[in-house]
């Protein structure tokens, strides 16, 4: 399998373009190559086709590294316009790109030399019905918003202290940016225990879809800082379409004003957003290309059972 590594402010996939290297099981793939230990290392698979309509571009097709499907990925679909504009796929301005929630338009940007440096996305209206998250919550109408919604942390499963450590608020906002997200505001976001907090909001009954769990400081009026925890991949340096629905909620709470630039550990990302829920989030970034290079996937799947070996379709 060739491949190409590319990240989105530190949020790593690994790239394959499906029409010359098709996948039989994406899912197990994924699983096997996204290891950072036992496999090249990434947050996913993102797996580049024809679109179905000749009207776009291309389609992609995500899945994270624990084989689930992602359904719609910010920062990759920045690495996707990047993908077929420096290899000559395609060069339209802008891309129509199909995802899994919707067609994207992606407007990209050269650099010095040459290169595709930085996309803009038309990242679609946001979703707030409490049944397109989706989200089952007591006392909440299927097509209810979930805003501002309070909260008992420690009926939620968390302990106390940890809900305490950094200030959490006690109240959620539900977006769906073609994936689910729940965002939550605090004092101090770098103290927030995100790897014991995370899976506890990812599986949480409310969400039978799962969910992506994001944590945010505001530091402006114009500006936050936010940490994520990706369903399926854990802990990521950064989330596009997590950063679409923090703006979202942000202003919907009146604690932030468009646009936002939302710093994550990975970098910054700036959204654009006029309030109103018919409206496209548009959310502009860099895209980076690591390495590319061909992979033996059965010597890895072997590899990787070790005494335990047994054959595996891939």
């Not at 010359?20 to 996913?44: C, Q």
Request: hydrophobic fraction near 40%; include cysteine; aromatic fraction near 6%.
């Amino acid at each position: 399998m060739h491949f190409v590594k590319m990240h989105g402010i530190g949020n790593d996939y690994l790239f394959v373009d499906g029409r010359h290297d098709p996948i039989a099981d994406p899912s197990a793939v994924s699983r096997l190559v996204s290891d950072r230990h036992r496999g090249v290392g990434s947050d996913g698979l993102i797996i580049i086709d024809s679109p179905g309509d000749p009207a776009n571009h291309a389609r992609m097709r995500m899945f994270n590294a624990d084989g689930s499907d992602g359904e719609m990925c910010g920062n990759g679909i920045r690495c996707v316009a990047k993908y077929l504009v420096d290899r000559g796929i395609a060069d339209a301005q802008p891309l129509r790109v199909e995802t899994a929630g919707g067609v994207r338009s992606l407007a990209w940007h050269r650099d010095a030399v040459g290169k595709v440096g930085t996309v803009t996305v038309d990242m679609g209206a946001p979703s707030l019905a409490a049944g397109s998250i989706p989200a089952d919550i007591p006392g909440i109408e299927t097509n209810g918003r979930v805003i501002a919604h309070s909260f008992d942390p420690v009926d939620f499963g968390i302990d106390r202290n940890d809900a305490t450590a950094f200030g959490m608020e006690s109240s959620l906002t539900l977006v769906s940016m073609g994936n689910p997200h729940v965002v939550i505001f605090c004092s101090d976001v770098d103290a927030a225990p995100l790897d014991r907090l995370g899976p506890i909001f990812e599986s949480h009954a409310w969400f039978p879809n799962r969910i992506n769990l994001h944590f945010v400081e505001v530091t402006g009026p114009g500006s936050v800082r936010m940490r994520t925890w990706e369903r399926g991949s854990g802990m990521t340096q950064a989330c596009g379409t997590g950063a679409c629905a923090v703006c979202v909620a942000g202003v919907l709470e009146g604690r932030v004003t468009s646009p936002l630039e939302a710093m994550l550990p990975g970098g910054r990302l700036r959204l654009d957003w006029t309030g109103n829920s018919g409206d496209s989030v548009s959310m502009s970034g860099p895209a980076a290309e690591v390495f590319e290079c061909d992979i033996d996937l059965t010597a890895l799947a072997v590899e990787e059972a070790g005494d335990d070996r047994q054959e595996l379709t891939i």
